[in-house]
């Protein structure tokens, strides 16, 4: 088949690619010309593990190609995706703007039948303002889907490769056969590609991702009242994960979440609810519990300090939200840089793949380190906001003699309690005993 995606931001380049896999012509589209030159000439513009390599096999079988030029696009494809930002406004409610100016221009340009699909993460109703939008200047057929995307950063190809499920909106039986035939491919296993209205499929996203956050959320309360009760709060996730009807995944406490979707979409779907005069009580709840619990880290910080941390040096492990990115878009690392910052600290950080893109936003504020072990050179403790894998099994031993105070403030439970004593650290995690009981 032949396709275009509009955007080559993260969602857009691993849908085009990976559509490209499959034997497909698909053609990229950006109105950034310096990035689609650099796409063209085979630099990929975002780290996710995998992706490189799809990549480039796909540009060197002329299946997939970049361009600037949507003109000359429109007519040679069948299917139109739209991997458009919907960034937050000022009230949090997402910006259609970038979707909503690209639908104008098709309406302009389209001359015959084409499915358009939003790809983008979307409030409900959106499909029907983009049908809207290009039904304003194009009175042909053409028909309008949304197919949200599932991907998680970091597994996004084998997570597009090998969907749990794949939604999509359409009430156009042409459109569903369409897009039976674009993603059988991806289901030939048996997962479920899952037919329903528009205004469902949009919804199903913001449902999804304000789910999952509400977990994390839930769990990092349980750590709060472990902190306080002398519970365990690994104990507690064993306890109620291996319950089927709860599962074992997203029950991990630390400091809270971040990335490109879970706050992004919580806001939106707020913001949506209020919008039909619904008090979406729940998820107001699970952002207030995320804001708070990505700086607990530093108030148990300033408790060992007894509140003084002018002067202190501390290195950071992990700037990115979670490992195998390199985003650090709502992750709580700047969270706790900006506190410590202000606390008269400063800091030295070290992130496998985030640092240039901390760089590019803090600038010389913070000081990054060649190694997670040069991190630890002057630094009065260290800190830990991300799990990268490197980190799991540290030379404790090397880390002891470049550390001497053997402080450790670990937001996301990376090591054994028992086994940090008995080395001689001391290990203060979330919602676990600091000393053994």
């Not at 996004?156 to 039976?180: C, H, Q, W, Y």
Request: glycine share 8%; aromatic share 8%; hydrophobic share 40%.
């Amino acid at each position: 088949m032949k396709i275009a995606v509009i955007g080559t931001g993260y969602v857009g380049l691993v849908t085009g690619t990976c559509f490209a896999e499959t034997g497909n012509k698909v053609v990229c589209v950006d109105n950034d010309q310096a990035k689609v030159d650099k796409l063209s000439a085979g630099q990929i513009t975002i780290y996710e593990p995998g992706l490189e390599k799809l990549f480039l096999r796909n540009i060197k079988e002329e299946r997939l190609r970049f361009t600037t030029d949507l003109v000359s696009v429109v007519d040679e494809v069948e299917i139109i995706f739209l991997a458009l930002p919907t960034p937050p406004g000022a009230d949090g409610a997402a910006d259609l703007k970038y979707v909503l100016g690209v639908a104008e221009d098709l309406g302009k340009l389209l001359n015959s039948y084409k499915v358009i699909v939003n790809k983008s993460t979307v409030p409900v109703g959106t499909a029907d303002k983009v049908r809207a939008t290009i039904a304003k200047n194009y009175q042909g057929e053409f028909d309008v889907v949304s197919n949200p995307e599932f991907l998680r950063e970091g597994v996004a190809v084998d997570d597009f490769m090998k969907p749990d499920r794949v939604v999509i909106g359409t009430n156009s039986e042409r459109a569903r056969k369409l897009m039976s035939e674009l993603y059988a491919p991806f289901v030939r296993q048996g997962n479920p590609v899952l037919f329903m209205d528009e205004r469902s499929s949009e919804l199903t996203k913001y449902a999804a991702n304000s789910f999952l956050a509400m977990k994390i959320s839930f769990m990092n309360e349980i750590a709060q009242l472990c902190e306080r009760m002398g519970a365990d709060v690994d104990m507690v996730r064993r306890g109620i994960g291996s319950d089927e009807r709860i599962g074992k995944r997203f029950l991990f406490s630390g400091i809270g979440y971040g990335g490109s979707c879970f706050p992004k979409d919580v806001q939106a779907l707020i913001k949506s609810a209020d919008a039909v005069d619904y008090d979406f009580a729940i998820l107001k709840a699970v952002e207030q519990v995320n804001a708070k619990q990505k700086v607990h880290l530093v108030q148990k910080i300033k408790e060992h300090y007894q509140g003084n941390l002018k002067g202190k040096r501390f290195a950071l492990w992990g700037l990115a939200f979670k490992p195998n990115t390199d985003d650090i878009r709502e992750a709580p690392a700047l969270a706790i840089i900006d506190a410590l910052l202000k606390e008269g600290a400063t800091v030295c950080a070290y992130d496998p793949e985030a640092m240039a893109n901390v760089k590019n936003l803090l600038g010389d504020s913070i000081d990054y380190a060649t190694s997670q072990y040069s991190a630890l050179e002057g630094a009065d403790a260290l800190l830990i906001a991300t799990e990268w894998s490197e980190f799991r099994t540290p030379d404790f031993e090397r880390m002891a003699t470049l550390l001497p105070s053997k402080l450790i403030f670990d937001g996301r439970n990376l090591f054994e309690v028992a086994k940090m004593n008995q080395l001689g650290y001391q290990y203060i995690s979330v919602g676990r005993p600091t000393e053994l009981t």
